[in-house]
């Protein structure tokens, strides 16, 4: 499997570092030069340095012939331009977006677009700890 994750913070270097030592083909995106450092020693893929919504960065990484694309920087709107670029224009069938605003990611779903929302998935484990349902 091929995965190019756009982001290389925490969750991107973790997600990045387990995926290629689990032997999966991996390019990670970053802006940052300084985010690779978070990468594990064993780490064997891609790294590229550029924009996440720039075409070329992107097919630099290997877009076009990506199983899975993770979009995780911090910025939700850079996400989800990242993530319809990846859907849309290089036609990958899996993308998942992170999306920290619960407002926009109801929006990005509507869209199409499959979100991961930290901020729900929080509230969620904090209400189940708690034992309070959310009203329907």
Do not use: H
Not at 44 to 63: C, E, P
């Amino acid at each position: 499997m091929k995965a190019v994750i756009l982001g290389c913070g925490r969750v991107g270097s973790l997600l990045a570092s387990f995926l290629s030592e689990s032997g999966w083909q991996v390019a990670v995106v970053d802006s940052n030069p300084e985010s690779f450092a978070g990468l594990s020693d064993g780490f064997n893929g891609v790294q590229v340095n550029g924009r996440i919504t720039d075409d070329d960065t992107l097919r630099l990484a290997g877009l076009e012939s990506a199983d899975v694309v993770v979009v995780l920087t911090s910025d939700d709107l850079s996400n989800l331009m990242a993530g319809q670029l990846a859907l849309r224009r290089f036609g990958r069938q899996k993308v998942l977006v992170r999306v920290r605003d619960p407002v926009k990611a109801k929006a990005y779903r509507e869209l199409g677009i499959q979100t991961i929302c930290p901020t729900e998935l929080e509230l969620d484990l904090v209400r189940r700890e708690l034992g309070v349902q959310p009203k329907r």
